[in-house]
């Protein structure tokens, strides 16, 4: 039996561009169901992807990761293909990376964005730069193993997408998806893809300040559930810093003379140093918690099974 593949297409006013998505899909990868999910779109996006003849839902709650997590709850599939509605994803390079997944027995194959040539200004001003920072935090935070970490083009196991819990609910999707699947150490891998410049017509619904901030947000949250012990850790050895930065002229005062002339900084010092002790406690206690979580996370992992299987 052939494994079933869906390609899941989340949607917000892309009646420009959806139809010729759809159409590429299709050709490129002709056995597989393709699904275009609208979230509230005010333009004839459902009304193309019908005509094209995807299979239409909907999600009320707005942003893309409600849609991502409608979709990954809705649709029953071995293999799915995530790409966004709005043409900047190189349709063929799924059967490449579909091919990749199944021979090397990965859960998540991830699309790293190249911008093609003669395709004019596929990042918008200042994305190139953010998606390089958020790359490198998140290299920091959790280990070199992705790139391309906000790249909205993925193939997925279904072990993967049934044991995923979908919480961010707008672009930060993505951030989300590439820490579950560092926390889990989970078989995944990198192409490179090419990477066009929206059609006409077309526009990007993403808020550079609005939603970077909401990247990191998550980053800098996940890191913190993922791993608390050097989170608190951090926090710790820098209150510990402070304190001592404080407190180390009014102990030298105090062992010359006996004195404590400057109570105030000697109560700020202690009262950080108190912090200090808290957070790496703070630290140890969660780091048993995740560790609690990490473990019914990776059950629920292996307890989805393929498809096929069922």
Not at 233 to 247: E, K, V
Not at 264 to 288: E, H, M, Q, R
């Amino acid at each position: 039996m052939s494994d079933s593949v869906a390609v899941i297409i989340p949607c917000y006013n892309e009646e420009a561009a959806i139809g010729g998505v759809i159409e590429a899909f299709r050709e490129a990868l002709p056995e597989a169901e393709i699904y275009v999910y609208d979230n509230n779109s005010s333009d004839d996006t459902i009304a193309v992807a019908k005509r094209h003849g995807a299979i239409v839902g909907t999600e009320n709650r707005q942003g893309k990761g409600n849609v991502v997590r409608r979709m990954f709850s809705d649709i029953d599939a071995d293999i799915y293909v995530l790409a966004d509605g709005d043409g900047t994803y190189d349709a063929p390079s799924a059967e490449m990376m579909i091919r990749k997944l199944k021979e090397e027995r990965l859960d998540m194959v991830v699309g790293v964005r190249k911008v093609a040539e003669n395709t004019g200004e596929a990042y918008r001003s200042g994305h190139e730069w953010g998606n390089l920072m958020f790359n490198r935090i998140f290299r920091a935070c959790f280990g070199d193993v992705f790139t391309d970490i906000l790249s909205g083009y993925r193939v997925f196991s279904r072990r993967f997408v049934k044991s995923f819990p979908a919480l961010s609910s707008g672009f930060e999707i993505e951030s989300e998806i590439s820490i579950h699947a560092a926390e889990l150490m989970l078989p995944v891998a990198e192409v490179h893809t090419p990477y066009y410049s929206r059609p006409e017509g077309s526009t990007s619904k993403l808020s550079t300040y609005r939603d970077g901030w909401r990247i990191l947000m998550t980053i800098m949250w996940l890191f913190k559930e993922v791993s608390p012990l050097r989170f608190f850790g951090f926090a710790a050895a820098l209150f510990a810093l402070i304190s001592m930065l404080f407190g180390a002229p009014v102990i030298l005062t105090w062992l010359e003379t006996g004195l404590v002339p400057r109570l105030p900084t000697a109560v700020l010092a202690t009262g950080l140093g108190i912090l200090s002790a808290v957070s790496l406690t703070a630290g140890l206690v969660l780091d048993s918690v995740c560790r609690g979580r990490l473990e019914t996370k990776r059950l629920a992992y292996l307890g989805a099974a393929p498809k096929a299987r069922r």
